[in-house]
Structures are given as C-alpha cells and as structure tokens.
C-alpha cells in the first residue's frame, strides 16, 4: 500500500491498473499549481516510473493499460486517443478518429486490441501496436457513454447515455 496523504498537496484520479496488477496509471493534480501529470507507478511500491505532463487546456479523463502493461492509453475530451510507453511515458502515437464525434470511452481487449465508443453511438476496433483501426462497429444505438470487454475477452457491451446497453460476442 502506498499513501501520500490529504496534506502532500495533491488529489488523484482516473486510476487505472495493469491486468497482472503490476503496473498503475493515475492523473495526479497538484492543488498549489494547478499542473495535472500522468504518474505511471509501481502498483506494490507506489514508486513513480514515469510522468507525462499533461496539457491544461486537454486534461486526461479517462486512462487505460494494453493488457500486457506496455502500453497506457490517455483520453482526453477529443477526437484523438494518446498513446504512450508504459516504461518511460515516451509518446507512441495516436488514435486518431474521424469526424467530429468525440471518443468517449476506452477499454482493452485480453488479446491487445483497443475498442473506443463515440459520441456518434459508433464503436472503433484499433490494432494498438500499429495505431491503426480494424473494426467499426454501429448498432445506431445512440449516443455512447462506455465500453468493456469480459475478463476472458469473449464478450464486450456499450453503453448510451440514455441507459441502453449492446452485447456483442467478440
């Protein structure tokens, strides 16, 4: 376990951990400057390995790990998904949608693959090593507000804004 305490200053969100538990991604927001960073840990020690300055203007909202820990995927409130090495914080690339639907949500696949719901009710596959898109997938349900795949990867839901939810078999 590891604490920095009400006093140190900061306030944390948006964690996000690695599936063998080794590895934690969290924005950390620092309440005297006002600087939000990206802070990769180690999940037992609490040890930062990495830091990925945030930009003011574009917050991250939503962080995720590849399912092997190599990879951290930030999403901020846009069309494009960052991605970066998960050792080192160094930038990899981008997933970049079209159009001006905003990305409103992100999840791993088991097996690597990143799905990203939008604001047009649309789900992207992405191949995360190359940053390059699969799949898309619309069941012209609406608005999207998350996307999840199953432990074992079987299966994955979407979720609107106005409470529908579509399961698909992966």
């Known amino acids: 376990d590891w604490f920095e ?56 909202c939503q962080l995720a790990l590849s399912a092997d820990g190599s990879r951290l995927f930030v999403r901020p409130n846009g069309r494009a998904v960052r991605v970066h090495d998960a050792s080192t914080g160094a930038p ?10 905003y990305v409103t949500a992100v999840a791993v696949h088991p097996r690597g693959p990143v799905a990203c719901a939008r604001t047009d009710g649309t789900v992207t596959l992405w191949d995360a090593e190359a ?6 997938l619309d069941w012209k349900a609406g608005r999207l507000a998350s996307v999840a795949f199953s432990p074992d990867g079987s299966l994955a839901a979407a979720g609107t804004q106005d409470g529908k939810v579509v399961v698909w078999d992966v």
Do not use: M, N, Y
């Open 5 to 60: 305490g009400p006093d140190g200053g900061s306030w944390f969100k948006i964690p996000a951990i690695s599936a063998e538990g080794s590895t934690l991604a969290v924005a950390r927001r620092d309440c005297s400057t006002g600087r939000e960073t990206v802070e990769i840990r180690d999940a037992a020690t609490g040890e930062v390995r990495a830091q990925i300055r945030s930009d003011p203007a574009d917050p991250a």
């Open 92 to 101: 990899l690339g981008e997933l970049v949608h079209p159009g001006r639907p």
């Open 131 to 136: 940053c390059q898109p699969l799949q898309v």
